[in-house]
């Protein structure tokens, strides 16, 4: 099973500033890689596919990098809005796994 | 746009099974994965285990002992049994959509959270 870890935990961010995600692999998984962005209450919505990849209807202010073990999911300019837990997601074997997530704060 | 509405029952006593459904609006059943995740409070994401529309199944080696997913294809609706439950399996759990052949997660159902005590 490969784990995924995400760092750091929580990120406080003002907005309009940038926010900066790692995400590691246990081994290598390619660029067979999503992100996901929960709000309180709600079920996680797909950003990013195949490590960079916008998903449909996503701002361009999301971009994802990144490939083998190391991921980086960047926000360029927080809005209100991005305020919320991002988890990555492997797919490169079974069983998918996904890191614990980072919570972006509103500093 | 499709979406995912799903149910069940939310409080468990231990070694009750676990029973959820979930129906597939406004889209094809037919030519995706159907997937089921947990969310145990405060934690990460668990996948559970996949189906497809014909059946065919993958599971979580970690609860392949106890998970059962089976569909009705007619209804456009996917189900996950988890035997003999304990406090552990309290969690909010999710369907989800995985296009065959992207393995990743689109769209999710509102979640329902499951609750396990005595």
């Known amino acids: 099973e490969i784990l995924m870890t995400q760092s750091p935990a929580t990120l406080s961010v003002s907005p309009g500033e940038r926010a900066t995600l790692s995400c590691r692999a246990s081994?290598?998984?390619?660029?067979?890689l999503a992100w996901y962005q929960q709000k309180p209450g709600q079920a996680p919505r797909l950003l990013i596919y195949g490590a960079s990849t916008r998903a449909t209807g996503i701002p361009g202010r999301f971009s994802g990098s990144g490939s083998g073990t190391e991921f980086i999911l960047t926000i360029s300019s927080l809005q209100s809005e991005d305020f919320a837990v991002y988890h990555c997601q492997h797919y490169n074997s079974w069983p998918r796994t996904f890191g614990q997530g980072t919570k972006v704060e509103i500093k | 746009q499709v979406q995912l509405q799903q149910w069940g029952a939310g409080l468990l006593k231990p070694s009750e099974t676990l029973s959820l459904t979930c129906a597939v609006y406004g889209g094809s059943f037919s030519g995706y994965y159907w997937n089921w995740i947990r969310q145990p409070p405060g934690k990460g994401l668990e996948w559970i285990g996949e189906?497809?529309?014909?059946?065919?199944?993958n599971y979580s080696p970690s609860l392949k002992s106890r998970v059962t997913m089976s569909l009705d294809a007619s209804k456009n609706q996917f189900s996950l049994r988890l035997t003999s439950v304990t406090a552990a399996d309290t969690a909010v759990y999710y369907c989800a959509r995985e296009v065959a052949g992207s393995d990743w997660f689109d769209p999710w159902g509102q979640g329902t959270l499951v609750t396990v005590s005595s």
């Open positions: 081994q290598s998984i390619r660029s067979n």
């Open positions: 189906i497809n529309h014909s059946g065919s199944t």
